[in-house]
């Protein structure tokens, strides 16, 4: 195993479609969703249901991981990400609107494929849409 420089990181995070949203519960519990993503190069972009229980974690204290993780099923291949920041909540028309749009481009669909979900959340004061900052991140591998 060895860490990973920030190019391999930014790399990983580009190439992979999926990871793990961890967020605090108000009692200090961590909760933990998985879902799709989108990364323009500076932010990851995701967003989990409205009023979900995450949406809720978020709204009681922006402090997230990010985490991404790729293995083979003998685990002698693994390379794992993680990202620890503040996230930010989206609520712009314009900002949520790019926001899926990076998340339809990182999984290779239409830009446009996720337009109608902009306004189901636009204006929703339990949406979820956010913007993460790659304030601090790591990476280890055996690659």
Not at 2 to 23: N, V
Not at 58 to 83: L, P, W
């Amino acid at each position: 195993m060895r860490h990973m420089t920030r190019e391999e990181i930014i790399g990983f995070i580009k190439y992979y479609t999926w990871g793990t949203l961890i967020g605090v519960e108000p009692d200090g519990s961590p909760y933990a969703v998985e879902l799709s993503y989108g990364f323009d190069g500076t932010y990851i972009y995701c967003g989990s249901r409205p009023g979900g229980r995450m949406a809720r974690c978020i709204k009681n204290n922006q402090k997230v991981a990010f985490k991404i993780c790729d293995t083979d099923r003998s685990y002698a291949r693994y390379t794992a990400v993680i990202v620890e920041t503040v996230a930010d909540r989206l609520t712009s028309h314009y900002d949520i609107l790019s926001s899926v749009r990076c998340i339809a481009r990182q999984r290779g669909l239409n830009e446009k494929a996720f337009d109608q979900v902009v306004s189901v959340v636009v204006g929703n004061l339990d949406s979820n849409s956010l913007r993460i900052p790659l304030t601090r991140i790591s990476g280890v591998t055996t690659g």
